[in-house]
């Protein structure tokens, strides 16, 4: 920010002015560009004007738009963002349209929810396995899982790792 400026406008919602007459703006996306903004005023730089945009749209839609095309977002992050949005009413093929993502992109995260939550009950740290890695997983009955779990975290983490280990099981159970 101190070298190119603001790459991405911080996005807003319309004022709502207060009972003293100032304006005050709710940010929708762009609390970290903020928060950096914030850090370099407090080392000695002047940024007195941020580039903001003003929108009218659904706040948790941009949010999770411009979320999803973060790359460090967390799998956890995205899957709780989901979450809300289904206890909040949205179905499934809502959200996907809402998101210009797939259905299965949806069913994905929600299948790998089911089997992150059975990790942590087994204690096992699946927090950089992806909901997709996880969500090959849902066939897996309850006694197998945690095995399964800890041979997916152990070789990686990977959608490719998840999927050869069900394919390794698949080949078993035939074989048997």
């Known amino acids: 920010i101190r070298d190119n400026g603001l790459i991405n406008a911080i996005t807003v919602k319309p004022p709502v002015v207060d009972e003293h007459g100032d304006k005050t703006y709710e940010v929708i996306a762009g609390g970290r560009r903020i ?94 396995v992806s909901s997709k890695a996880l969500a090959q997983f849902r066939s897996f009955d309850e006694k197998e899982l945690p095995e399964k779990l800890k041979e997916l975290v152990k ?9 050869n280990i069900l394919k390794a099981s698949r080949t078993t159970l035939k074989s048997s």
């Open 155 to 163: 070789s990686g983490g990977r959608v490719s790792d998840a999927t």
């Open 35 to 128: 928060r950096a903004h914030q850090w370099l005023c407090e080392h000695g730089d002047d940024f007195s004007m941020i580039d903001c945009k003003i929108s009218t749209g659904d706040m948790w839609t941009i949010q999770m738009v411009e979320n999803i095309q973060r790359t460090d977002l967390s799998p956890r992050e995205k899957e709780a963002a989901i979450i809300r949005a289904i206890e909040s009413g949205m179905s499934q093929k809502e959200i996907s349209e809402k998101l210009s993502k797939p259905l299965s992109y949806i069913s994905d995260i929600m299948a790998g929810i089911k089997v992150r939550q059975a990790a942590d009950k087994a204690g096992i740290n699946t927090d950089s």
